[in-house]
């Protein structure tokens, strides 16, 4: 546009118009609600069932909560209080509260044990979970928790934790000085002076059993929910080594170990979980050496470990499957042999990928945890359906503690699914 | 000096190269590996033999042929308590099916409904399925069956309250249609009878299903090669039920619904559906359903809106751009995890025995088991009988998979 036509044509405005507001009909809270909820015949008449659905839901639950009390020895006087006003007996809960948590069989002056190892888990998981915003040297706090959980929970002598980490350590440092010469070599001496080790640290240990000696709690002592978390939080941890070791069995040239992988993997994958839990319950005990009779949680938490190796590895699978060719091949090339290009190259990136799918399985595998009251183990499932329903002070209170295992259950595992989607969004590096 | 053109020299094998040499290092690993598995493997056999338990009894599987001296709930098929064991343990395996089957159905269409409304633009229907989905999720089935269980058996109304009491008043309650009662001994449902000609029926039915391909077929190759465009809808609906309803006809009515009827103490007639059944059933396929709802949902969303664009662009309906362009292509990313889930539902029948459904599990590993103390061989035949039926399952579901998967020249 010229300048001069810019002068002569009068009607060409030099200032904007100040932005009018858009009609009532098609600004904020009206027009959400126009496109949105009543936007067609067949969109309104979801929107008057969902109300209603919504309205029922609340209409049963707010009075429930709202009226229900929380004091009360058992259920005579939770009716006493209630007076028939339709609200929940939480009395139960306050008062099952110890039991729902760490079983009936755990002492109660001892709870303080498994409390601070809970607490504990809190310092101890970040630095896995966070990995990449903490600094390195707070995995160090991973490492040695399982250490100190055990003798919290468990009780006896520190020495034998302490045994028991040190041979770990002292088996990776003789690994990282060997390895120079080979991994395969590495990986054998490592393994030798970690069992050493603990060979000459059991004697030590039993020899000293009284140092820094907590009360001893037996494994059958354990339950409720304490139960629970135990079971998922060590299988896990077991199961993701061992996954990553079928893994790599599976995608192996060697026909032996492949083909034992892929069976091992198939054959657990195709039974359910409560079948592998029967075997631990009276199965596997056949199997041992006579007269060794290791403990049921010890036969369960075998199985289970089986049990979620197997999907771990499918997952870590697709992770290294998902990786392009081009990655094998450069680590081939820069003359990497395959433990160094695996531990370099390969495994970082699978892992990466496959994390949200592990921490999947996590979840499953969490739940399916309940399935041990089957096998007469009292976790939180089975301390409501035995002693305490069973209990005359509080038969027929099922919905209030129903709902208070709900609660657990998905508090846990809904956080650990929105950390989950969390990391996802963090480890995408494609921008999409 | 040599070149690099001169071949290397023709070497003898030498022990070292089992170790270093990468030709011949992975017979020495699978050697260590095959002598290490057979190590362990005896080692556990070894075990198994010095067991007490084992040795006074032995493997064998005779006692499947023994009375089995326990009643089952609910029977498929004919059974008293004086059958044998392996009648029992049919039984049980007949009772997974059906209600893995009966779950797998539902689930789905819980899944596909609760997956499709979730991406509705209504936000109270999409809030409403998010929280049916995570809640469902997040929770044991376990618990949910467990619930269910509770909530048929506690608060279902009693059978006493269809009776008709003594003074001849009507009964509290009375059936739904005439047809449904749910009390706390179970939901009773009609019957479906078939009289001496009912197969002729059914026959007529089967025949037409196989009438509406041929009808399609014919109406694909007519618009093909004519381009006419022959109607589809009506007529096959109409071959669907006019020749069944018509031969039901003629012949008098063979079909028949039978209704359950108030007898004296219970009713007579109908199906029984135990609270076991129902929440079982209910459970795994809410539960289930919760999991597709989310395959259902990213097999949608992984179509990119392109696809759907382009096909408005060529003019298609809606509904064609659903069943042409979207569909297609969204079933290839859904089937695999939807395979995986039916594989899950069927695994999970298992916990039939939380709320003591008489299903494999609570047969052959739970009363055989305990009845005749034969753990091992009780427990190899129930995990047998999973594995088979989980690998049918996925052989099955990977043809079609394979059938509908991206064909890449």
């Known amino acids: 546009m010229s300048e001069v036509h810019a002068h002569t044509v009068a009607f060409v405005r030099t200032s904007e118009i100040p932005a009018s507001p858009p009609p009532v009909a098609e600004a904020g809270a009206v027009k959400w609600i126009k496109d949105n909820l009543i936007s067609g015949p067949f969109n309104t008449i979801m929107t008057i069932l969902g109300i209603l659905v919504v309205a029922y ?39 099952r509260w110890p039991q729902l948590l760490f079983g009936f069989q755990y002492p109660d002056y001892l709870r303080w044990r498994p409390t601070l190892a809970f607490v504990l888990l809190f310092l101890a998981v970040p630095p896995a979970l966070f990995v990449m915003f903490l600094p390195r040297w707070t995995l160090i706090v991973t490492a040695i928790y399982p250490f100190v959980a055990y003798w919290l929970i468990w009780g006896g002598t520190i020495l034998s934790p302490i045994v028991a980490a040190v041979g770990f350590l002292v088996g990776y440092l003789v690994f990282t000085k060997v390895e120079k010469r080979g991994f395969v070599q590495g990986l054998a001496a490592g393994i030798v002076a970690a069992v050493a080790v603990w060979w000459i640290g059991g004697v030590i240990a039993e020899e000293f059993s009284r140092v820094g000696a907590l009360e001893v709690v037996e494994s059958r002592a354990l339950g409720g929910f304490m139960l629970n978390l135990i079971l998922g939080v060590v299988c896990v941890s077991l199961s ?25 993997i198939e054959f657990v994958r195709g039974v359910p979980l409560i079948t592998l839990l029967f075997v631990a319950n009276v199965v596997l005990a056949y199997f041992f050496p006579p007269n060794s009779n290791p403990d049921l949680i010890i036969r369960v938490i075998i199985m289970i470990t089986m049990f979620s190796s197997a999907y771990i590895a499918e997952v870590i699978r697709g992770g290294l499957a998902a990786l392009p060719k081009g990655q094998y091949e450069a680590g081939d090339s820069l003359g990497l042999d395959y433990p160094q290009s695996m531990r370099l190259i390969i495994l970082p990136q699978a892992l990466k990928i496959s994390i949200p799918g592990i921490v999947n399985v996590a979840v499953g595998l969490f739940k399916d945890t309940t399935l041990v009251s089957v096998i007469s183990m009292f976790d939180l499932v089975g301390m409501i359906r035995g002693p305490i329903l069973s209990s005359t002070d509080w038969t027929g209170v099922y919905w209030e503690l129903w709902a208070a295992a709900c609660v657990l259950f998905f508090i846990v595992c809904y956080g650990i699914s929105q950390y989950s989607q969390w990391l996802e969004r963090q480890l995408r590096t494609d921008h999409r | 000096m040599t070149t690099m053109t001169d071949p290397p020299k023709a070497e003898g094998f030498r022990i070292g190269q089992l170790i270093n040499d990468t030709r011949y290092r992975s017979y020495t690993f699978q050697f260590i590996a095959i002598v290490a598995l057979i190590f362990a493997f005896s080692w556990l056999a070894y075990n198994a033999s010095q067991n007490e338990q084992l040795q006074a009894n032995g493997f064998s599987y005779e006692f499947m042929s023994a009375p089995a001296g326990y009643d089952i709930n609910q029977q498929p098929i004919s059974y008293d308590s004086q059958d044998t064991h392996l009648r029992a343990t049919v039984i049980g395996a007949i009772n997974t099916l059906i209600v893995a089957f009966l779950a ?40 949910w069956i467990i619930i269910i269980f509770t909530v048929a058996a506690n608060t279902f109304p009693p059978m006493s309250e269809f009776r008709l009491p003594r003074d001849g008043s009507d009964p509290t309650r009375t059936l739904l249609f005439g047809m449904f009662a749910a009390t706390n001994q179970g939901v009773y449902v009609p019957r479906l009878t078939l009289g001496d000609t009912g197969w002729i029926v059914i026959a007529t039915f089967l025949a037409s299903i196989a009438g509406v391909f041929g009808m399609r077929s014919f109406a694909r190759k007519k618009l093909y090669d004519e381009g006419k465009v022959v109607p589809v809808l009506w007529p096959s609906i109409a071959i669907l039920i006019v020749p069944a309803v018509l031969m039901q006809f003629i012949l008098g009515s063979p079909l028949g619904v039978e209704n359950p009827e108030m007898g004296r103490f219970s009713f007579d007639g109908g199906i029984l559906l135990r609270p076991s059944l129902i929440a079982l059933w209910f459970a795994l396929s809410i539960y289930t359903g919760a999991f597709i709802a989310e395959n259902v949902r990213a097999g949608i969303l992984a179509i990119s809106r392109g696809q759907s664009e382009a096909a408005a662009a060529l003019g298609l309906r809606p509904g064609r751009i659903m069943s042409l362009v979207v569909l297609p292509q969204a079933l290839r990313v859904i089937i695999p995890p939807l395979i995986s889930q039916y594989l899950n539902i069927t695994k999970n029948t298992s916990l039939a025995i939380a709320v003591g459904y008489m299903d494999l599990t609570a047969t052959l590993g739970g009363i055989t088991l305990n009845q005749t103390g034969r753990a091992l061989e009780c427990i190899l035949l129930l995990m047998l009988f999973y594995l088979t039926f989980s690998l049918i399952i996925s052989a099955v579901m990977n043809v ?10």
């Open chain 2, 104 to 143: 797998c159905v539902t689930a789905t269409v819980f899944g596909v409904i609760a997956g499709v409304l979730r991406l509705s633009n209504n936000w109270i229907i999409s809030k409403l399925m998010a929280v049916y989905v995570e809640i469902f999720r997040n929770i044991p089935v376990l618990i």
């Open chain 1, 240 to 264: 993701i080594p061992l996954g990553i070791v079928l893994a790599l069995g599976r995608q192996s040239k060697l026909p032996i170990v492949k083909g034992f992988c892929v069976v091992f």
């Open chain 2, 400 to 409: 079609y998979n394979n059938s509908v998967a991206l064909k890449e020249r």
């Open chain 1, 57 to 95: 839901l609340l209409a049963g639950l707010i009075p429930w909560i709202a009226n229900g009390t929380w004091t009360g020895a058992d259920i005579r006087e939770c009716r006493e209080i209630l007076q028939g006003s339709g609200g929940g007996c939480f009395a139960v809960i306050a008062e």
